[in-house]
């Protein structure tokens, strides 16, 4: 296996184990159109799905996905056989099967793993689903596809929240500051004002009565008694 495809998977798994809760060992959801193109182009699926993912893994199917298998008949027997040694995790659809990829669509929401199909019309639709994780086969080369423009726009949606965030509290400390510095310059302003010897209050000044300069009238002769 090529190093640079090992980095690009590495690389896109660590997308999803950063920003959507994806962890080691991976959950691999296999359903029969998988183990039908593992057949064709003699693909152990355990064997390099766990060299390309670099990680040990859980292969593991759904009640319906080995129904529906059952049901195609001889054409998918080798493919049956394949899927029904894979682990079975409970879908909810027990007693009530549903088509494969109905049932694979609806375990994705409840937990975290990455789908094995080569049904395009199921692809499609995982696609739309921020943060789900997808393999194929391309011949015998397993690809991993990069994430989709839905978990893309979702994490970068995440990012962008968080840095406006960080941004609104810096700008909440940046108020406080100045909202302390002006309490502070209010303070000492106050305690400048007190310090100030207080000059006279110009609303207790009286204007002083100006004396005339000019002669002084004689003072009033006592009335003779
Ligand atoms: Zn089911």
């Known amino acids: 296996m090529k190093i640079e495809r090992l980095k690009k998977s590495h690389k896109t798994m660590a997308f999803y184990i950063t920003n959507f809760n994806y962890h080691q060992p991976y959950?691999?959801?296999?359903?029969a159109t998988f183990c039908q193109a593992a057949l064709k182009n003699k693909v152990q699926i355990n064997d390099q799905l766990k060299k390309y993912l670099q990680s040990e893994l859980k292969l593991l199917t759904t009640y319906c996905c080995i129904l529906e298998?059952?049901?195609?008949?001889?054409?998918?027997s080798g493919a049956t056989q394949i899927v029904k040694k894979f682990a079975v995790h409970k879908c909810g659809h027990e007693g009530k099967p549903v088509p494969a990829s109905e049932c694979i669509?609806?375990?994705?929401?409840?937990?975290?793993?990455?789908?094995?199909?080569?049904?395009r019309d199921l692809q499609e639709k995982l696609r739309r689903l921020a943060g789900q994780a997808i393999i194929y086969l391309h011949k015998a080369t397993p690809v991993l596809e990069q994430p989709s423009k839905a978990?893309?726009?979702?994490?970068?949606?995440?990012?962008?929240?968080?840095?406006?965030?960080?941004?609104?509290?810096?700008?909440?400390?940046?108020?406080?500051e100045i909202e302390g510095i002006n309490k502070e310059l209010n303070v000492t302003k106050i305690m400048n004002?007190?310090?100030?010897?207080?000059?006279?209050n110009p609303l207790s000044c009286k204007k002083k009565t100006i004396k005339k300069t000019g002669p002084s009238r004689p003072s009033r002769k006592k009335k003779k008694k």
């Open 69 to 76: 298998a059952e049901s195609l008949g001889a054409s998918l």
């Open 105 to 119: 669509y609806s375990m994705v929401k409840s937990s975290k793993y990455i789908i094995s199909t080569q049904d």
């Open 193 to 200: 004002k007190k310090k100030k010897p207080r000059g006279p």
């Open 151 to 176: 978990s893309k726009k979702f994490v970068n949606r995440i990012k962008m929240r968080s840095l406006l965030s960080k941004q609104t509290e810096q700008k909440i400390k940046v108020f406080k």
């Open 27 to 31: 959950q691999v959801l296999v359903d």
